[in-house]
């Protein structure tokens, strides 16, 4: 099973961008979807975007089309999630997860998850 470590979070102002970072090991992550998720207090978590195998079909909830972009480096067994234009309603712990099925936007269709980094927007 692979072991995802996700950092990057913090604390930015609205209008800003953050970078993401999900680094793997024990595993290669060319062998599986790479998925963002995210989880606001009190709120369910929520697909956020996913690449596939080789990173060059990619998927986002509407929410965060056209200022998210998720990349893979499979060199370097890492996943990006480039956030722009950030505002307060995408506060959230943001996971990255590994799954096998692409176009897959639910919890269970992913085995692999990382602990979380906090991503916080001032407004």
């Known amino acids: 099973q692979v072991q995802l470590v996700e950092s990057g979070g913090g604390l930015v102002q609205a209008g800003g961008s953050l970078r993401l970072s999900c680094a793997a090991s024990?595993?290669?992550?060319?062998?599986?979807?790479m998925g963002w998720f995210r989880q606001a207090p009190g709120k369910e978590r929520e697909f956020v975007g996913s690449?596939?195998?080789?990173?060059?079909?990619?998927e986002y909830a509407d929410s965060v089309k056209g200022r998210f972009t998720t990349s893979r480096d499979n060199a370097k067994n890492t996943v990006y999630l480039q956030m722009n234009s950030l505002n307060p309603e995408d506060t959230a712990v943001y996971y990255c997860?590994?799954?096998?099925?692409?176009?897959?936007?639910?919890?269970?269709?992913?085995?692999?998850w990382g602990q979380g980094t906090q991503v916080t927007v001032s407004s």
């Open positions: 997860a590994a799954g096998s099925s692409w176009r897959a936007r639910v919890i269970r269709d992913y085995t692999s």
């Open positions: 690449s596939n195998w080789n990173g060059a079909s990619t």
């Open positions: 024990g595993r290669a992550i060319a062998n599986y979807v």
